[in-house]
């Protein structure tokens, strides 16, 4: 099972950017794909954007859309997250996820591996 790590949250003034990281420890196949979801506070996790590892096929939720990046480096089994024009709405903690497939999903029990989290705080 792939294991992953998040990385890069932080404290942020509105307008401004972050780029979060997860790591992933094992193989990654052409046929995994990951995707980054939110949880904030009193609220269900949400799904912010998905990438496929073999083809980088990414799609957004809308929110989203124009100001947030997914890409990966295969390389380096890496996913990132690039959150430009950051809102104060954007507050939660950001998870990265895994599975196999690579038919985009955006619920997320339709994930298996799951990092720990990294929270992101966006001040006014």
């Known amino acids: 099972q792939v294991q992953l790590v998040e990385s890069g949250g932080g404290l942020v003034q509105a307008g401004g950017s972050l780029r979060l990281s997860c790591a992933a420890s094992g193989r990654i196949y052409s046929t995994y794909a990951m995707a980054w979801f939110r949880q904030a506070p009193g609220k269900e996790r949400e799904f912010v954007a998905f990438i496929s590892w073999g083809l980088g096929s990414t799609y957004y939720r809308d929110s989203v859309k124009g100001r947030f990046t997914i890409s990966r480096d295969n390389a380096k089994n890496t996913v990132y997250l690039q959150m430009n024009s950051l809102k104060p709405e954007d507050t939660a903690v950001y998870y990265c996820?895994?599975?196999?497939?690579?038919?985009?999903?955006?619920?997320?029990?339709?994930?298996?591996?799951w990092g720990q989290g990294t929270q992101v705080t966006v001040s006014s």
């Open positions: 996820a895994s599975k196999l497939g690579t038919v985009m999903k955006t619920a997320d029990y339709e994930y298996n591996s």
